[in-house]
């Protein structure tokens, strides 16, 4: 990994990344108690790739992908870190949008910008934040019903992000959604661009999400299970579309899902998430191939493969999530891991460690005291 950074006063950021997520905390104040959604997550999206995120429902998963674009639900907040993004266009006036950007913070698109903005500085209802949702950060959800409107077209809903972000003229904004309908597979894009939500399939309607979010070519797109919802045919074909678009558009995506075998068809690079923190992150070939961190190790066996070990029980992760308001003291893993070692996974939280020579791949368990391969393999086999 080229490791050329730019920096100003009070960032610095690897030119490979589009966002950098830094010891991010945040926090749900309920009558009941604090939920520590997010407990200091840190991860870079690489420039021009698709990063996965993974792990089970309730690990901070979809929060974290709120907190990039700064829509999380009162009474959510963050309560501390560092969200660095770097535009891929350079926003009029530097570092806010000029007054003539206005509310809409019109950009110079064929700039290239060497802008950092952090993200958790912004108000979230800011013009700098809404000229950055939509137009340079994308988000597609796991149900386009509730991203929908059902009383406007797909066309009409298209070309509202077009007219916000791009161009004022109307009949302009109409042909570049029937366009970008083009692009995603849809037959007959006319037709389906004077149609409402209702009137589409399942997969249909994903891929006019897609579009939606892809109308102004994000740096960044985000798409949180965006395929849970789908059969497996229809799943398979939106995954090929994303890939497409993905390497056609040069844009970078973060896909959340819970699903290793879609993380092995689609990402190049994944973060593995347990109870709001970051357990392992590595090339996806090395996830698979040699993963470290036990919880990693587990959703991996708890696969099913067609034709091994038939007839035999599928494994699963023994226990279950704790509950939100649990504090789990050391490691957050240790009730549910088979290797944990009591008197140290109990009560001493891991840090991040390097694998060996590896600055790829890392991994928060104490197997990994800044272990080389033998040490490592040692500590696995002493299991
Ligand atoms: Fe298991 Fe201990 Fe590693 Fe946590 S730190 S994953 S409990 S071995």
Redesign the pocket.
Known sequence: MSEATISTPDTEMSTDSVVSVRNVHVEFPTPVGVVNALNGVSFDVPRGKVLGIVGESGCGKSVTARAILRIIEKPGRIVSGDILFRPRRRRSGGSRPSPAAGASGQVDNDADSSEIVDLTSLDPGSPEIRSIRGQEISMIFQEPMTSLNPVYTIGNQIEEAVLLHQTSDRSEAQKKAVEILRRVGMPNPDRIAQSYPHQLSGGMRQRAMIAMALSCTPTLLIADEPTTALDVTTEAQILELMRELQESFGMSIMFITHSMGVVAQLCDEVVVMYLGRV?ERAPVDDLFHDPK???TVSLLRSIPRIGVNRGAQLEVIKGSVPDPYSKVP?????PR?????PG???TVL?EETAIADKTDHSV?????PGSTPAEVASATTA?
Request: hydrophobic fraction near 25%.
């Open positions: 357990v961190h036990p919880y050391g490691c957050p893993f240790h891991c088979p290797s944990a070692m140290l996974c109990d891991p928060r368990c104490h197997l990994y299991k």
